[in-house]
Structures are given as structure tokens and as C-alpha cells.
């Protein structure tokens, strides 16, 4: 522990990414090099691949889900009322004001809700996402085991849209956050919890908000350990990212989504 009674923690925040090269042809095909070997691309993988790199903006895309019988209303409405008390739009309609944060857009007079205002607001994204999704596992001791070793005593699903993912997330830890005690120089007891919040909380909000929505079967884990607490997000690092520079650049995955979280507390 510190001097202020928090102990001294281990918070892995892990990205799953690759560098392998692409190579397209004139034909349109798409190959990537693997090791020694080529491997010719699926249209997803190579859909996957331009989500990655920038060159397709999967927010913006419509979403299958129906509008509004698929959604929860009610958090719309708490998004739109936020939305109008800072910018003063009370005149507007809920769909008005989503299509003016670029969640969608009227055709016809119909709202048609984007992949970004499905992942915030629909009451079952993993028609569309299957991996929007966080899967909590509290292991016994400072491994992973498999198999007939297989050592979590604490495995649960987190299902929902990205703000109940958060919420449900944050209760789940919270309630299995341990808490030390120790004597300070002035004789005093202090107790702090096993990791600091501010830092793991930040962890979840950026997994679920700046993960890679284009690997649509892949979910969020959350493996907590005896010495440690473990956060994997899929995707690569976002266009323009790389280890080197992530300290110093400001180039977010997802930057609607991101942008709307922000009247949602």
C-alpha cells in the first residue's frame, strides 16, 4: 500500500490487434501474409478490415433493428431532454434531436436509427452485435486455467446496450472489490479498496465505447485475479495509433457513440 492507505494495484487494460499486411489485386481479391503462407480474405474479413483502418465508418451505417419497437424509449427520452437542456432545443422532436446528433436520419418520414444510436438504445443489440457483451470471470489465484483446471469461481454474462453494460459492470466489481487496511504514520487505520475506481472505471467506459463494433462476435472479458485486474477489448489500435504515440494522440474509435455517452452521464 501507499502512503494514503490505497494499495499499490495491477490494472491490464489489453487490445487484441495484428500488423499483418493486405495485398489486394485488380481482380478485387484480398490476401493477407501469415507467417510463410497467404491467406485470401472473406468479404467480412475485409469488411472488418476498412472498419479497422478508417475507411468504412460503421456508426453511420442503418441499423435491421425496429425503430422504435426495438428500443428503450425511455432511455431515448433521457438522452433528448439532456440534449435539450444544453443546446436549447425544446421544440425539437426526440428523432429530430437524434438525427442532429447523427443517430440516424428521416426518410420519408420515418426515423431510421444508425449502428451507433442500436448499440446505444436498443433493448437487444446483440441481434446485430452478438458480442456486445462483457464476460466477468473471478479466478482463484494469479492464473487462467483450462479445462479440468479451469479455476473461476465467478462467472457471469453482461448483456444490454453500451450504458447498461457500464452500469451492470460497475455494480459487478464493485461488489467484488476487496478492501485492505493499514496503520499510517500518524497511528491511524486507513482502508482502501483493492483497485482504485477512477482507474478501472475509465477502463470499462473505454472498452465498451472505443472497442471495434466491426468484430461483431467478439465480446468484452473482465478476468479479475488475485494480483490483478485484466480488461480485453477487441480491435486493433485505432487508425493513426500505435504504442508508440497513444500517450500523445486523440484519434477515438467511434467518436458518435462516444459523443452521446456524454448526456448520459
Not at 452485435?129 to 462467472?155: H, Q, S
Not at 482502501?192 to 463494433?213: D, F, G, L
Not at 468484452?220 to 487508425?239: A, N, W
Request: net charge negative; charged share 30%; hydrophobic share 35%.
Amino acid at each position: 500500500m501507499n502512503a494514503e492507505g490505497q494499495q499499490d494495484f495491477v490494472l491490464v487494460f489489453r487490445i487484441y490487434y495484428h500488423d499483418s499486411k493486405v495485398v489486394e489485386t485488380v481482380s478485387g481479391n484480398a490476401y493477407t501474409r501469415l507467417g510463410e503462407s497467404r491467406k485470401k480474405l472473406t468479404p467480412q474479413e475485409v469488411r472488418e478490415l476498412q472498419i479497422d483502418k478508417g475507411q468504412t465508418d460503421l456508426e453511420q451505417e442503418p441499423s435491421k433493428l425496429p425503430y422504435p419497437d426495438g428500443f428503450d424509449v425511455a432511455l431515448i427520452r433521457k438522452f433528448t431532454d439532456a440534449v435539450r437542456l444544453v443546446g436549447r432545443l425544446g421544440a425539437h422532436t426526440d428523432e429530430e434531436i437524434l438525427e442532429q446528433r447523427r443517430l440516424g436520419k428521416s426518410r420519408r418520414s420515418k426515423f431510421i436509427p444508425n449502428v451507433a444510436c442500436a448499440l446505444l438504445f436498443s433493448t437487444d443489440p446483440g441481434l446485430e452485435f452478438p458480442g456486445c457483451k462483457i464476460r466477468f470471470l473471478r479466478f482463484d489465484g494469479e492464473w487462467e486455467g483450462t479445462g479440468e483446471r479451469f479455476n473461476a469461481v465467478k462467472d457471469r454474462w453482461i448483456e444490454g446496450c453500451v450504458p447498461s453494460l457500464i452500469v451492470e459492470a460497475e455494480k459487478l466489481i464493485e461488489s467484488q472489490l476487496r478492501e485492505f487496511s493499514r496503520l499510517g504514520p500518524d497511528g491511524k487505520f486507513y482502508t482502501a479498496p483493492e483497485y482504485p475506481k477512477a482507474a478501472w472505471y475509465e477502463a470499462i467506459v473505454n472498452a465498451c465505447v472505443h472497442r471495434s463494433y466491426g468484430l461483431r462476435n467478439m465480446n468484452i472479458f473482465v478476468k479479475m485475479f488475485d494480483d490483478r485486474l485484466v480488461i480485453e477489448s477487441p480491435g486493433p489500435f485505432p487508425p493513426f495509433v500505435t504504442p508508440q504515440n497513444i500517450y500523445d494522440s486523440h484519434h477515438p474509435r467511434n467518436p458518435h457513440l462516444m459523443n452521446a455517452m456524454y448526456f448520459l452521464d
